[in-house]
């Protein structure tokens, strides 16, 4: 298990629960947080090498329309394995609910999280069946593509880019999978079930596994296969965050032109109510930050400088343990209005909530709470609000 390293500079005093007060004549921070409201921001003083700073100093601008989708499997919790058990699924009723969240007329996307490569061609078949299941109801369909390898393949990059063009064979073949996310969080090295940063080389997992995937799709001519990665954005506050800013330096070291050719798209996971500890935070404004931080920080750190489209590939709240009902749906019509909002300012082009359904809505673990839908296919208040923005920001 390995960490990483940050320099800090101290421009911030932290007091009370998580408020901020900025200190005269420095920089205003990126606290993840969202205290300082968007293009009232100061531009960040550089060099900035840990993207320290709050880099939402712009206007809203629009642009071309979000593709908007959801996770409809379950969350993975943090740690070696997932505990809690899994409430199993209806699939009418499963089935019911996309129908009702997917915009007449328009796409709408499901991702599919936690296809992992120790599950070998077993799990291959699985997700073959989960995605003929989505596309025949005419949904689109983002598949996540995990390096977590089996004990004695872990750290071996040959094995796993046989895998990677394995999928690609498969899952590219159906015109309805439209994007492979090529491992997931790599810049997280502590959760071996959540997050692949926790393997033997996974940046070189990720790197090479996104040329192999790229070369193959070209191979085959799926031309409407993206081939993308991820990472987790993680506010400065949370004590594993290490440095995002060494992780992008690396992967771009690593893989250079090549690595950024084949690149069609870039994700990223955003909590903004924060994991570890829950935050007072204004969703708006931090959703606002994050998305600033990553096109004009993180991204030309890599080398990708230019308008790499963006994939909010994981944007969540928590209820039970983690808050209210009602909160959960204020926050997602702030996340989302935020997303439409800034879209042609940071290039999203495609946006999807995390998730559909609650693992366990008796659970003692916040994250098995952040579906839209009770575990019993129940709405809470947000589902609906969701519905209607889609309807309307598609």
């Known amino acids: 298990m390995k960490w990483r390293g940050r320099a800090v500079g101290v421009a911030i005093v932290v007091v009370g629960l998580g408020m901020t007060a900025i200190t005269p004549g420095w920089a205003v921070p990126w606290d993840g947080l969202g205290i300082a409201t968007p293009g009232e921001v100061s531009p960040p003083v550089q060099p900035d ?47 019911q609910a996309l129908r009702q969240l997917k915009p007449t007329g328009k796409p709408f996307v499901v991702r599919l999280n936690r296809m992992f490569s120790a599950d070998g061609e077993d799990g291959i078949a699985r997700y073959k069946a989960l995605v003929d299941r989505y596309t025949a109801l005419g949904l689109q369909v983002e598949l996540q593509v995990r390096y977590h390898p089996e004990p004695a393949d872990n750290g071996n990059i040959d094995k796993w880019l046989d895998y990677v063009r394995r999928a690609v064979d498969v899952f590219g073949a159906n015109p309805g999978v439209t994007g492979l996310q090529i491992t997931n969080e790599v810049n997280i090295t502590i959760s071996a079930n959540t997050s692949d940063g926790y393997y033997l080389d996974a940046e070189q997992a990720l790197v090479r596994g996104v040329i192999e995937a790229k070369k193959q799709a070209r191979l085959r001519n799926y031309s409407q296969l993206g081939i993308g990665f991820n990472y987790a954005v993680l506010q400065p506050w949370l004590s594993f965050a290490g440095s995002t800013a060494g ?7 690593l893989g250079g032109a090549e690595f950024r050719d084949s690149v069609d798209w870039i994700g990223f996971d955003y909590y903004p109510q924060g994991r570890i500890p829950p935050k007072l935070v204004d969703p708006y404004n931090s959703m606002v930050q994050a998305m600033a931080l990553v096109r004009k920080c993180y991204l030309p750190l890599a080398g990708f400088a230019g308008r790499t489209p963006l994939h909010i590939d994981e944007v969540g709240w928590a209820t039970g343990t983690h808050g209210t009902e009602d909160a959960q749906r204020d926050a997602l019509d702030a996340i989302v209005r935020a997303i439409n909002d800034y879209r042609g300012n940071y290039g999203i082009s495609e946006a999807y909530w995390f998730d559909l359904r609650d693992n366990n809505s008796s659970s003692p673990k916040y994250e098995d709470y ?25």
């Open 49 to 95: 090498p840990e993207c320290i700073q709050n880099y939402a100093t712009d206007a809203p601008a629009g642009g071309t329309p979000v593709v908007w989708g959801i996770g409809p499997m379950e969350s993975g919790g943090g740690g070696a394995q997932q505990t809690t058990p899994f409430t199993p699924e209806d699939r009418e009723r499963a089935d």
């Open 247 to 253: 992780f992008w330096r690396d992967i771009g070291a």
């Open 370 to 394: 952040y579906g839209l839908l009770r575990d019993d296919y129940t709405s809470k208040p947000a589902f609906d609000r969701y519905q209607q923005l889609v309807a309307e920001y598609s």
